[in-house]
């Protein structure tokens, strides 16, 4: 199951505690004191890593933490630092602090990124020795690593987007020209988490189908709406199955506006999907329609090789 949303709990590394030794030597009875300071804690890191389908690992993993600082040692030795940890996150992931609200951005592979810091290590009593407190039994206690909830999004990071209503033909269109293997079936809210495709080198993605009120939390849609924030290009397909194509576009790019600004000045070119279904003068009307709003209009049947040849021609074009 895809997962583009988890929380966890992270923690650093607790400092080590300093401690209180005394240096003996031989033929001496006291010479004086000899405790280290403890290692610092552990620190955690995010790193990206090339896997959208990893946040599903972490469903039953909730807890994270680095590892403690040691104690000090005798003859005033630090104890040893305490592990890293580095958690692998995909390319596109959000995190939040949920305790500072600081949010931290993964953008590329082998990215990495310190989210949390060790503890310091506590002072041992050979750090407080003085010239009028030779015998010092003074030491102090590692400090906590920090400790938080992580809220953990991912933003698919894709070459371009299919959007569209439920049951637009988005995912059967994707399966036609890229290798994704997507499910499909004809009925509304086929897609249940999106699907990506190779199409010559470009990363092509089918987002779950919206509909009117997705940006306030109706139907599936809204989980999914952050996905196109970073999509280049948005592939807008619209099934001629619709008796006013202009108003189901319309209902679409209200969604994509009421989310973000800037997912709606992404670049766009609308496709008309299941052509086969309608004639030549209702296909040209519809497209006629359609070209009033937006210029960059392309027709295209998974029933026809030469459509998806030349679909895949244009897209070509667009995405070079």
Known sequence: MFVDEITIRVRAGKGGDGVV??????????????GGNGGKGGDVYAIGVRDIGLLSQYKHLKEFAAENGANGMRNTKTGKTGEDISISLPIGSVVTDTRTDKKFY?????????????????????????STNTSPKEFTFGKPGEETEL????????????????????????????????????????????????????????????????AEGKGLGHKFLRHIKRTKMVLHCVSVENADVVAT????????????????????????????????????????ELKAINPEILTVT?????TLRILGTKLSQYLG
């Open 21 to 34: 030794l005394w240096l003996h030597e031989k033929g001496k009875e006291f010479s004086g004191p000899s």
């Open 106 to 130: 993964i953008n590329e592979e082998g990215e990495r990124i310190l989210l949390l810091s060790g503890g310091k290590g506590g002072l041992g009593n050979a750090h407080f020795k003085a």
């Open 151 to 214: 809220l953990i999004e991912l933003e698919l990071v894709v070459d371009a987007g299919f959007v569209g209503l439920p049951n637009a033909g988005k995912s059967s269109l994707l399966n036609a020209i890229t290798n994704a293997n997507a499910k499909v079936g004809a009925f509304p809210f086929t897609t249940l988490e999106p699907n990506l495709g190779d199409f010559h080198g470009y990363v092509l993605a089918d987002i779950p189908g919206l509909i009117e009120g997705a």
């Open 249 to 288: 576009y319309k209902t679409v790019r209200a969604e994509l506006k009421k989310h973000s600004k800037e997912v709606e000045e992404k670049p766009e070119v609308i496709i008309l999907t299941k052509t086969d279904l309608v004639s030549e003068s209702e296909l040209a009307e519809k497209k006629k």
């Open 302 to 306: 998974i029933l026809d090789d030469e």
